[in-house]
C-alpha cells in the first residue's frame, strides 16, 4: 500500500486506518486529538501569488457547493508533489490564506470626482459605463489615423494601460488583444519597475 | 532580458529552479534570493549541502543570501561590470575559459569590420547629436560568399576574440578595486572559484534580478555576466546558465503575453510607421542569416505574426488586406513606463488605466508622479485593495481641492478566485485551479475587461467616432462573450489549425498563409488535443537532474534548459557525462527536449538556433550602448568614472525633460551612496493588507553602516531623516554591521540602504522609499536606477 504523507495524516486522523496497514492502532490516540480541520475540506491545487519561484500550494476549503451558500477558504500550504518547492513555502507563502481572506478586500466599486475630498461609491453598472465612456472619449480625442508623413498609424495616444505581472497568462493575452486591438501603444507592466 | 535576446537569442531565465542543484558554483550579484526568493533559493542550499558547491554573494550589503554563503565581497552600487568585467579578464589572462566551447558555440571566431573601434568611453559609431550609435560601424566583416568571415584560430586581430581580450583587458583587480570598493585580494579569490568552472567537467551558475536590471547601465551588466558564462562554457548546461529571478508571480507571463511596450505576444515586434505594409513590416523583423550553417529559428517570424493576426481577426485577416496589418497601431519611439509618465506630464496623456499595479510606488520620484498623475483627465484603478495609486489625490501634502483627476476604483478578484496559468521564473506554465468564488460585489479582471471592451464597441456601433475597424472585427467567439473561460483563451493561445479545426500540438506546424492560427507561438503546444499540459502533474524524473518533463509545461516546446544544444560538444557528446543536456546517439538527441532539431546532426548548424550567426554572441549589435560592455558610473555617483571621466556616465541614455536638474551633480550635499530593496516579509506592496505579515515587519527602516551612524551621532532605533534632490523619508534607524565603508578612488564611500514596502494605505504607514529615486533608466530597457543614487542623512 502506498501511503504519502498526506494521505497518512488524514486516514491516521480519520481513523480509518487500522492495525493491518500501519502495524499498530491509532484508536487510542485518536481518542486523544481533535480531527483535523481539513478532514472534511476540498483540495485544490493552485500556484502561490507572490513571486516568480511558482511554489505548488493546496488551498482546502469547505462548504456543502450549494445554491445558497459560500464555500471558504480555511487553509493553504506547500504542495508536496510540487517539484520547485516541494511542499515548503516562504513567509509570505506560509500566510497567504491571510492574503485571500484579509479583511481589507474592497467589495465596492467607488468613484472621485474632480477636486473631490473623498470618495462615493457607484454600482457596478454605473461603473462600467463611466469607464467605456472615458475609454471612447479620450480614443477619439488622440486617435491618429495617419502621422505627418500621411503613413497609416491607427493609434490611440491618449491612454495607457498597466499591468499586471499579477494575473494568469489567460487574462494577459486577452488585455494585450484588446488593448491592441483598441490602438494604444502606451501599455507596460511590472517588468520594467 | 534584453540582454539575454542579445546574447543567446531569447530574453528568459535560461534554467530553472531546481536545476540550480546541479551546479558546482554559484553566484549571486544583483539579487538576494535568500530573502525574495526564498523557496527557490533552497536548490542553491541543496548544490551546497549535496555537491559541495561554493556559494558566493558579491552585493553592497551583505544580505541574508550572504549570510548563509561560503564568501561574500562587498561592492559599491552600481560598480558591477567593473566587478564582472575583471572576471572576464582574469579567465582569459589565465587561460580559464572553456576553449572547446568558446570555439564551437560562441562568434569568437568572426571577423569584425574595420570600423569598430573604442576609445575614451565610447564605441565606433558615436552620433553626439543624436546620443547615440551608429550600429554598422559594429558590423562583421563579410567574405566572398557573403557570410561572415570567420577565423578558427582566433588569432585575426579583429576576431571577436581578440577584441574581447583587448577590450577587458583594462579591468585589472586594482582598476576593480578602485571602482568598487573592495580590495585586489579580495576580488582575485571570488574569481579563482568563480573561473575554476571554465572546464568541460565543472559548471557553474549565476543567479540575478532587479539588482542587476534596475541601472542605467543594466542591460550590459547582465550582458558581461552572460559573456562571462559563455567564455567558461556554463550556458545551455544543466547545473549552468544565467537565471533571471523574476518577481511577481507571473510576471514572466505577462512578458510572454506582451503587457510590454514594443512587442506583441511571442516576443514579436509592434510595427512602427516606415513600415508602411506587412511585407515591410516582415523584412524589417526576419532576421537573415549571417552564416551558412544557422537554423535562424527567427526566419520562421513571419508564420507567428501572421497566425497570430489570423487568431485575433480570424476571416477579418486576410491576405488581401496584408492579414489586417492596419488593424494594429503603428508606435513611433519609445512607449515605456517613464515614457508615459513624460506624456502625462506633457498633458498629451488623457486617461490611465492600471489593473493589480500600483505605479505610485513603484517609482521612480515619486514627487514627479504625483504631478504627473495630477495632469491625468481620468485614471482607473482595479485591483482586490485600495491602492495609494488610487487615492493619490490624497498622499501626504497633496490638496484634493486642486486635483481635477476623476479616478475609478474596482475591486477585482484574486488568484485563488479564478483558474488559468502562471508562468513562473524558470518557465513552466503551471495551471492553477479555482478554489472559490469571489466575494459577493467582486468582479474577476477577464469580466471587468470584456464588459469595456463590449461597451466601447457598442458606443461606436450606436455613435460613431475614430476608426474602429479593429474593435469591430476583433475576434471574440467566446461561449458567454461577457467573460470568456480561462480554458478558451489557453486554447486561442496555443492555435488551431483552421483547416480541421484541431488544436496544434508544435509551432513547428505554424504556417503564413492565414491556415493556422496562434495567439502566442512560444505557448503552442501548451493545450492540444492531448489536453491542457500546463496542468500535467508527473513527477517521474528520468535523467534525476530534476527537468520533470511531465510536470507542468515550459516554453519553447516542454524545452527545461534553454540552449541544450551547447551542453554538447560538437560532435554531439556530453560535455559532462555525469550531467548531460542532450547527447547525439547516432540518430536522434535524447535527454532534455532538444534545442535543435531532434534528428539533426550534429555539425549540421550552429547550437544557438534563435541567432543568425548560429552560435551566442560576445560581441553583439543588439544593444543600443556597445558590442561588449563598458564601465559607466551611476546618473548619481559617490566618484569620478576612473576609466574615463570625460564620458562619465551611459552616453546613450534618455534624459527626459528637468530630468538633469533633478540630480545632485557631485556636490557635498549629497555625499553618501544609497540602494533601495525589499525583506521576506513583504512582497512590493500587497502585503501591507496581510496582518500576520505586517506584524511580522512593521515600520519602515533605514538600515545605516555603524560608522555613518557614529559620526552622525545617530543611536539604534532613533529617528532618522534621508533626503535626495527629489524627496525625503524618515524612518527608524537600523544601525548594522552589514554595510561596510569602502575606499573608492581614494575615498571613503557610505552606503545607505532603504526597502521599498511602504505607502500611506496600508494597514501600517511609512515613507515611500520611490520618493528619493531618480527617474532615469537603462539605455535599452530604460528600466529606472533604483539601484544606485545619493542622499544625505541626519538624525530626525
Given amino acids: 500500500m502506498d501511503i504519502s504523507r498526506r494521505t497518512f495524516i488524514k486516514a491516521a486522523a480519520g481513523g480509518a486506518v487500522g492495525v493491518s496497514a500501519l502495524g499498530f492502532d491509532l484508536r487510542p490516540a485518536q481518542a ?29 476549503v469547505h462548504g456543502s457547493g450549494g445554491l445558497n451558500t459560500r464555500n471558504t477558504v480555511i487553509h493553504v500550504e506547500g504542495d508536496p508533489d510540487s517539484p520547485i518547492n516541494g511542499g515548503t513555502l516562504c513567509p509570505k507563502g506560509a500566510s497567504q490564506m491571510e492574503l485571500a481572506i484579509s479583511p481589507r478586500l474592497r467589495h465596492q466599486p467607488l468613484l472621485r470626482r474632480a477636486g473631490a475630498a ?13 469607464f467605456a465612456r472615458k475609454f471612447k472619449d479620450s480614443r477619439d480625442a488622440s486617435f491618429r489615423e495617419r502621422d505627418d508623413a500621411g503613413r497609416v498609424v491607427n ?11 499579477t494575473v494568469s497568462n489567460e487574462d494577459a493575452y486577452l488585455i494585450t488583444k484588446t488593448m491592441r486591438a483598441m490602438g494604444l501603444v502606451y501599455i507596460d507592466h511590472q517588468a520594467r519597475i | 532580458m534584453a540582454s539575454l535576446a542579445a546574447t543567446f537569442g531569447r530574453g528568459a531565465m535560461t534554467n530553472h529552479w531546481k536545476d540550480i542543484k546541479n551546479t558546482d558554483v554559484i553566484l549571486v550579484m544583483g539579487a538576494n534570493p535568500a530573502e525574495n526568493h526564498p523557496c527557490g533559493f533552497k536548490w542553491a542550499v541543496e548544490a551546497r549541502d549535496d555537491r559541495g558547491a561554493k556559494l558566493l554573494t558579491i552585493d553592497p550589503r551583505f544580505t ?27 579567465a582569459l589572462e589565465n587561460d580559464l575559459h572553456h576553449a572547446d566551447y568558446v570555439r564551437a558555440h560562441t562568434n569568437a571566431t568572426f571577423v569584425v569590420g574595420e570600423e569598430y573601434g573604442f576609445a575614451d568611453g565610447l564605441f565606433a559609431g558615436f552620433d553626439e547629436a543624436a546620443s547615440n550609435y551608429d550600429k554598422t560601424a559594429w558590423d562583421y566583416e563579410r567574405g566572398p560568399d557573403g557570410y561572415v568571415r570567420r577565423d578558427p584560430s582566433l588569432e585575426h586581430p579583429r576576431s571577436v576574440f581578440q577584441l574581447l581580450k583587448q577590450h577587458y583587458d583594462r579591468y585589472t583587480p586594482e582598476v576593480v578595486a578602485d571602482i568598487a570598493g573592495c580590495t585586489a585580494d579580495e576580488f582575485l579569490q571570488m574569481a579563482e572559484i568563480i573561473c575554476s568552472t571554465g572546464r568541460a567537467d565543472r559548471v557553474g551558475t549565476i543567479m540575478y534580478a532587479v539588482g542587476w536590471t534596475m541601472h542605467t547601465v543594466g542591460s550590459q551588466i547582465i550582458r558581461t555576466a552572460a559573456i562571462l558564462q559563455l567564455l567558461l562554457g556554463n550556458i545551455g548546461r544543466p547545473g549552468g546558465g544565467i537565471n533571471a529571478l523574476r518577481g511577481h508571480a507571473n510576471v514572466q507571463g505577462a512578458t510572454d503575453h506582451a503587457i510590454v511596450a514594443g512587442i506583441l505576444p511571442g516576443y514579436l515586434k509592434v510595427p512602427t510607421p516606415p513600415q508602411t505594409s506587412l511585407a515591410a513590416h516582415l523584412r524589417d523583423s526576419t532576421p537573415r542569416p549571417l552564416v551558412a550553417d544557422t537554423v535562424n529559428y527567427w526566419g520562421n517570424y513571419p508564420k507567428f505574426y501572421v497566425s497570430q493576426m489570423k487568431a485575433w481577426f480570424g476571416e477579418h485577416a486576410t491576405p488581401e488586406n496584408d492579414f489586417a496589418y492596419h488593424h494594429l497601431a503603428k508606435q513611433d519611439g519609445d512607449a515605456t513606463w517613464l515614457t508615459i ?18 505605479p505610485l510606488l513603484a517609482g521612480p520620484d515619486v514627487p514627479r508622479l504625483l504631478d504627473s498623475m495630477s495632469k491625468l483627465k481620468w485614471k482607473v484603478v482595479i485591483d482586490p485593495f485600495m491602492l495609494d495609486s488610487a487615492e493619490f489625490w490624497k498622499a501626504p501634502g497633496m490638496d484634493p ?6 479616478v475609478l476604483y474596482l475591486p477585482s478578484s484574486h488568484w485563488i478566485e479564478r483558474d488559468g496559468s502562471f508562468t513562473n521564473s524558470g518557465r513552466w506554465a503551471q495551471w492553477k485551479e479555482k478554489a472559490v468564488d469571489p466575494p459577493i460585489g467582486v468582479q474577476p479582471d477577464t469580466w471587468i475587461l470584456s464588459e469595456l471592451f463590449w461597451r466601447v464597441k457598442e458606443l461606436y456601433q450606436a455613435e460613431g467616432g475614430a476608426w474602429n475597424d479593429a474593435i469591430q472585427q476583433l475576434t471574440w467567439d467566446y461561449l458567454n462573450p461577457r ?29 503564413d498563409d492565414g491556415t493556422t492560427t496562434s495567439g502566442n507561438w512560444i505557448y503552442t503546444g501548451s493545450y492540444t488535443e492531448a489536453g491542457n499540459q500546463m496542468q500535467r502533474r508527473g513527477t517521474a524524473d528520468p535523467t534525476g537532474l530534476g527537468m520533470h518533463h511531465d510536470w507542468a509545461f515550459s516554453w519553447p516546446a516542454n524545452r ?57 554572441r560576445l560581441f553583439s549589435s543588439h544593444l543600443a550602448d556597445g558590442p561588449f560592455s563598458e564601465h559607466y558610473e551611476p546618473v548619481e555617483s559617490p566618484s569620478p568614472n576612473a576609466l574615463h571621466d570625460n564620458v562619465a556616465v551611459n552616453p546613450v541614455i534618455r534624459w527626459y525633460d528637468g530630468v538633469r536638474e533633478s540630480l545632485a551633480n557631485g556636490d557635498d550635499d549629497y555625499p553618501y551612496a544609497c540602494t533601495i530593496y525589499r525583506v521576506v516579509e513583504r512582497e512590493h506592496f500587497v502585503t501591507s493588507n496581510v496582518p500576520l505579515l505586517v506584524e511580522a515587519m512593521p515600520d519602515f527602516f533605514v538600515e545605516l553602516p555603524e560608522g555613518l551612524a557614529a559620526e552622525k551621532g545617530i543611536p539604534n532605533g532613533s529617528q532618522v531623516r534621508v533626503w535626495s534632490k527629489r524627496g525625503e523619508v524618515q524612518g527608524t534607524a537600523i544601525v548594522t554591521k552589514r554595510i561596510k565603508p569602502l575606499r573608492v578612488n581614494g575615498r571613503v564611500v557610505w552606503t545607505v540602504g532603504i526597502p521599498v514596502h511602504w505607502g500611506f494605505v496600508g494597514i501600517t504607514q511609512g515613507s515611500m522609499a520611490n520618493l528619493l529615486t531618480p527617474f532615469i533608466g537603462d539605455a535599452n530597457t530604460r528600466c529606472p536606477e533604483f539601484k544606485s543614487f545619493l542622499v544625505n542623512v541626519e538624525r530626525a
Fill in chain 2, 341 to 358: 509618465w513624460d506624456k502625462a506630464r506633457e498633458g498629451t496623456l488623457e486617461g490611465f488605466v492600471a489593473l493589480g499595479f500600483n
Fill in chain 2, 64 to 90: 541574508r543570501t550572504s549570510a548563509v554563503a561560503d564568501r561574500h565581497m562587498q561592492i559599491r552600487p552600481g560598480s558591477d561590470i567593473a566587478v564582472l568585467g575583471g572576471l572576464i579578464r582574469y
Fill in chain 1, 155 to 165: 493609434r490611440a495616444d491618449g491612454i495607457a494601460w498597466v499591468g499586471s505581472a
Fill in chain 2, 560 to 616: 527545461r534548459v534553454l540552449y541544450n544544444r551547447a551542453s554538447a560538444d560538437a560532435e554531439g557528446r556530453p560535455w559532462d557525462q555525469s550531467r548531460a543536456g542532450i547527447a547525439w546517439n547516432g540518430r536522434e538527441w535524447i535527454g532534455d527536449v532538444p534545442d535543435y532539431g531532434r534528428t539533426t546532426p550534429p555539425d549540421a548548424a550552429g547550437a544557438f538556433i534563435m541567432t543568425e550567426e548560429g552560435v551566442a
Fill in chain 2, 483 to 511: 467573460e470568456p473561460t480561462m480554458v478558451e483563451l489557453a486554447k486561442e493561445i496555443n492555435g488551431y489549425d483552421r483547416t480541421t479545426g484541431r488544436l496544434l500540438s508544435s509551432f513547428g506546424e505554424l504556417a
Fill in chain 1, 118 to 130: 473623498d470618495w462615493e461609491e457607484v454600482d457596478w453598472d454605473t461603473a462600467m459605463d463611466w
Fill in chain 2, 401 to 406: 481641492a486642486a486635483i481635477d483627476t476623476e
Fill in chain 1, 32 to 60: 486523544a486529538v481533535r480531527q483535523l480541520k481539513i478532514r472534511n475540506a476540498t483540495e485544490y491545487r493552485t500556484v502561490c501569488p507572490y513571486c516568480a519561484v511558482g511554489c505548488g500550494t493546496i488551498a482546502y
